[in-house]
């Protein structure tokens, strides 16, 4: 914790106070400090020719924007070849987000699961790292008949947000949104919205675009968290399965 200090307090007679030590300022990773400037995002995936061309599943990668187009974080999948094209959608990874500078500032954890009404056993999870290493927040699939839901739990592993998607996940030329909810899921908070991204991208490549937002006030590890949640969804309904 890092502490503000007032040295040079005036009381009553002119005298001065001894230093008093006022309320602690949290300290956050760069990552988490600039996710507190912001209350909406935007994700792209960038998808090479030859992948496009030769149908070839390779690593995921996204550039993450702020609401003035300026790139903040870039996301690159770590997975093998043979989970990629053989798992599909469903494949174990790891995804680092990267500063500017190629710092890792973030990583997002997702082992092998199935998802779905047939396989309650072993839904999606995600663990969200920032930094690397330090558990700040998880995304776990409750078991569902007709729509998607997701829990969004902080570090103490605490309900904290729900996400609520629609039942039908064909976006004909329109958004399809990803309600946030808060925890008794009465009040809608936010919101992510897979982007219609155009005919001839919706139809020949996976490329998707996503938009998110939640309030300004929001903790910034539950803010980092949704932006897992992102990817996950993404991965999950969007993804090419081979």
């Known amino acids: 914790m890092d502490y503000q200090v007032q040295t040079q307090q005036p009381v009553p007679g002119g005298m001065n106070s001894v230093q008093v030590p ?32 030769l149908d070839y599943e390779s690593a995921n990668k ?15 999948e770590d997975s093998d070849f043979c989970s990629r094209n053989l798992c599909g959608n469903m494949r ?39 930094p690397p290493g330090t558990v700040v927040g998880r995304i776990e699939e409750p078991w569902t008949c007709l729509t998607p839901k997701f829990d969004i739990k902080n570090e103490a592993g605490e ?16 958004d399809i949104d990803f309600d946030i909810l808060s925890v008794d899921g009465e009040t809608k908070v936010g919101k992510i919205s897979k982007q219609w991204s155009g005919l001839m991208k919706e ?8 938009g998110i937002n939640f309030p300004l006030d929001l903790d910034v590890k539950v803010k980092a968290t949704l932006l897992g949640a992102l990817f996950l969804i993404d991965f999950l309904f969007f993804e090419q399965s081979k």
């Open 22 to 53: 006022l309320v602690p300022m949290p300290s956050y990773s760069p990552a988490l400090a600039y996710l507190s400037t912001v209350d909406q995002l935007v994700v792209k995936q960038k998808k090479e020719l030859v992948e496009i061309v």
């Open 62 to 76: 996204y550039e993450v924007k702020n609401s003035q187009g300026q790139t903040i974080f870039m996301a690159l």
């Open 92 to 130: 174990p990874f790891a995804l680092k987000i990267m500063d500017c500078n190629q710092i890792e500032v973030m990583k997002l954890v997702r082992p092998l699961a199935c998802s779905g009404c047939c396989f309650p056993c072993c839904l999606q999870t995600m663990e969200v790292e920032c």
């Open 159 to 174: 309900t904290v947000l729900s996400i609520e998607g629609p039942m039908c996940l064909c976006n004909c030329c329109s």
């Open 203 to 210: 139809m020949f490549t996976d490329a998707d675009h996503f």
